[in-house]
């Protein structure tokens, strides 16, 4: 039987002191100073920090969550009152659009992949410039961009694909979902009143052409912040009977058109080589319905395609990637992953013959 030493317990002076130096001090730290780079780096005030997780990566590196008085006492009536002055200046009723109805056999896709709003790159360190500013003025032009690029087709209807990374962080620690820290521009709320902000104007330049269909996709960046933001757009266009949304918390989503069966997720779910059958096996009435199958896929911010054949000619399933607007921050920098073309993509799908062009516009 082994026998253990005497348990050692603290007196009650003793339990007090060690509360206080949790609750008051931030030095108490071993002398670390990775800390000291870490919150200036960042502009945090040491004064300012209530609380800090450290630990240690794989490779060696200090890994940091600050809880600064500002995430802790920010002001919840100042958001709202922010937010209901955003809603005051916009109308969510919209006048019916009088368009032409003959011969409108096109469906435009248009897909702003993985914008990732509130990431932060500096050009000194990176080479690539990107804040919320860059964010909205890419999906912007390059809204334009397509727009232009499809004035040869007759529209009859437009499938714009939004979430899949929109926001950079899911709460309030600038964290990803899965609690990864992220270099930001802002803070998390103003990402969200931004993001909600361009999607409005988005979705107002897409129904002057035709009615919009809206698809989210759920993101690895912004699980639960990214679905928050489809249904207060969903909410604002609550009234506009040419608009409709699918925003379920479904990952993989489908949509038909004609002959069209478009499959869409974010791409870091089920493996690219399941895809083509899974479509198959989850919707089996819609298979059976089109002729021309494709998946669209985002996550890994550059261009991969393949192709699956079910017959000579004819095109069983393509599975493609999206590009991305968003810059490059100082992970990817430091990792190598760089040079990928920055873009904005979209497709027209005639309603019989499946996709006839591909639409890009670069950064």
């Known amino acids: 039987m082994k026998k253990y030493g005497k348990r050692l317990r603290l007196s009650q002076e003793e339990v007090e002191m060690v509360y206080e130096n949790r609750a008051e001090s931030t030095t108490n730290l071993n002398g670390n100073t990775a800390l000291d780079i870490h919150l200036s780096e960042r502009g945090i005030p040491k004064k300012d920090v209530v609380s800090v997780k450290h630990w240690q990566s794989a490779s060696g590196e200090y890994r940091f ?31 019916s659009v009088k368009r032409k109805n003959k011969n409108q056999n096109h469906l435009l896709v248009v897909n702003p992949a993985d914008i990732h709003i509130g990431k932060y790159a500096n050009g000194a360190e990176t080479g690539d410039e990107y804040d919320v500013e860059t964010a909205c003025m890419r999906v912007l032009e390059g809204l334009e961009g397509l727009i232009v690029k ?126 083509p059958l899974m479509m198959a096996q989850e919707k089996p009435l819609l298979w059976s319905e089109t002729k021309f199958r494709y998946w669209y896929l985002h996550h890994l911010h550059h261009k991969v395609k393949h192709k699956w054949r079910d017959a000579k000619d004819f095109i069983g399933v393509t599975v493609e990637y999206m590009r991305s607007p968003s810059g490059t921050d100082s992970w990817h920098s430091r990792k190598g992953y760089v040079g990928v073309p920055k873009a904005v993509e979209g497709f027209i799908h005639e309603k019989e013959s499946g996709q006839v062009a591909r639409l890009v516009h670069y950064f």
């Open 65 to 95: 969550s600050v809880v600064t008085k500002e995430d802790v006492t920010a002001d919840t009536n100042d958001m709202l009152e922010k937010i209901s002055g955003f809603i005051e200046n916009h109308s969510p009723h919209y006048p």
């Open 150 to 275: 499809s004035e040869g087709f007759a529209i009859e209807k437009i499938l714009f694909c939004i979430g899949n990374d929109v926001l950079h962080i899911d709460n309030v620690y600038n964290q990803t979902t899965a609690g990864t820290i992220q270099d930001t521009d802002g803070k998390w709320w103003e990402h969200f009143e931004v993001a909600l902000a361009l999607y409005v104007k988005c979705v107002e330049i897409l129904r002057e052409i035709a009615p919009v269909d809206i698809i989210h996709c759920m993101s690895n960046h912004d699980y639960q912040s990214g679905f928050h933001l489809a249904h207060a757009l969903k909410s604002w266009f609550r009234n506009d009977p040419e608009i409709t949304f699918d925003i379920s918390v479904a990952h993989r989503k489908y949509y038909q058109y004609g002959s069209n069966l478009i499959g869409l997720e974010h791409g870091d779910g089920a493996k690219m080589d399941n895809l």
